[in-house]
């Protein structure tokens, strides 16, 4: 049986075969980082915004990153559909004809066949949420809020520069131009509990949410969390907790989100711990052997 809704199932549901993301990084910036809301950005973010650095460190334009990922992409996994997925910083963060111009260079090739935005909920207004919009008679597309917890206490821990109510409004607002709305949660963050971890998915469930991407926390260098680390005032989950969390996580979420993501994929040059975060095909097979152990399933205490 189907233990959760996984991503690349959806979308063989909706197009007939496997689609691919393709990774952009379109230069833009992030107002936790610019000195608008901080300088200092989340805690566990590094210098590239979570994305590729193509733009930012390698000068790579919207259509040399697309080329260069197809090709790559077509011959590893024989795919001929992608979906443009701009991931670095917030993708919503410029002025509307800048973000227009920026989303039509990476919808121009015919086998892009989506598009999927990652951005901060504080980063949107309606004007914005309505062009997405504008684009999905022809393209799947979904806008990704990085939100990592619903416990204000916890968003201030980590220097997020939101809190709840904004991500709340955001979804909502999207949820008004029709929008697909995937939320960004991380396990394991400091000073959180279980029980703490699992009222997210409790409040995710509520909103309206369609898919969620589900993250360890992880320790890259050149990030606060590695100076907490290295102090030895925070802790990382070990493999088996995380799975076993992550399964009561799932299990709290209604069965028809989609889940884009089961943990973090760090760059394997960039991580300080936990060096089990490197493996991710073992990781990902540990989860699905803590899914037949228990015999348990996605949605199997939704209400």
């Known amino acids: 049986m189907k233990r959760y809704r996984d991503y690349n199932s959806y979308l063989k549901e909706i197009f007939g075969e496997r689609v691919q993301k393709i990774s952009l990084d379109a230069g833009l910036g992030c107002p936790n980082r610019d000195g608008t809301l901080s300088k200092k950005g989340c805690i566990f973010c ?3 915004g979570s994305g590729t650095g193509a733009s ?3 000068g790579l334009s919207i259509e040399d990153q697309i080329v260069q990922a197809k090709s790559y992409l077509q011959n590893r996994y024989k795919a001929r559909k992608f979906i443009a997925y701009f991931q670095s910083f917030s993708n919503t963060y410029a002025p509307l004809p800048q973000l227009k111009s920026l989303y039509d260079q990476a919808l121009a090739h015919d086998d892009i066949v989506g598009l999927s935005v990652g951005t901060r909920p504080d ?4 004007d914005t949420l309505r062009l997405l919009g504008s684009y999905q008679d022809d393209y799947l ?3 990704e809020f990085g939100l990592q917890s619903i416990h204000n206490e916890t968003l201030d821990r980590i220097n997020r520069g939101h809190d709840l109510a904004c991500f709340e409004r955001s979804a909502y607002m999207a949820s008004e131009c029709g929008l697909n709305v995937c939320a960004h949660t991380i396990l394991g963050l400091p000073g959180e509990t279980r029980e703490m971890m699992l009222e997210t998915a409790r409040s995710l469930s509520r909103l309206p949410v369609q898919g ?3 993250h360890l926390l992880y320790v890259i260098k050149g990030t606060y969390l590695a100076e907490l680390f290295n102090k030895g005032e925070i802790r990382c989950l070990e493999r088996e907790e995380y799975s076993d969390l ?3 996580f799932l299990e709290l979420l209604p069965p028809d989100m989609v889940i884009q993501r089961l943990t973090g994929d760090p760059v394997k040059s960039e991580l300080v711990a936990p060096s089990w975060a490197k493996e991710k095909t ?3 097979q540990h989860i699905r052997e803590t899914l037949d152990r228990r015999d348990t ?3 199997r205490l939704f209400r």
């Open 56 to 58: 930012t460190d390698r």
């Open 46 to 48: 590094n210098g590239q």
């Open 212 to 214: 969620v991407k589900i």
């Open 123 to 126: 980063c949107v207004d309606m």
């Open 282 to 284: 073992k990781n990902l």
């Open 246 to 248: 992550l399964v009561d």
């Open 297 to 299: 399933w996605q949605g």
């Open 141 to 143: 597309v979904w806008i």
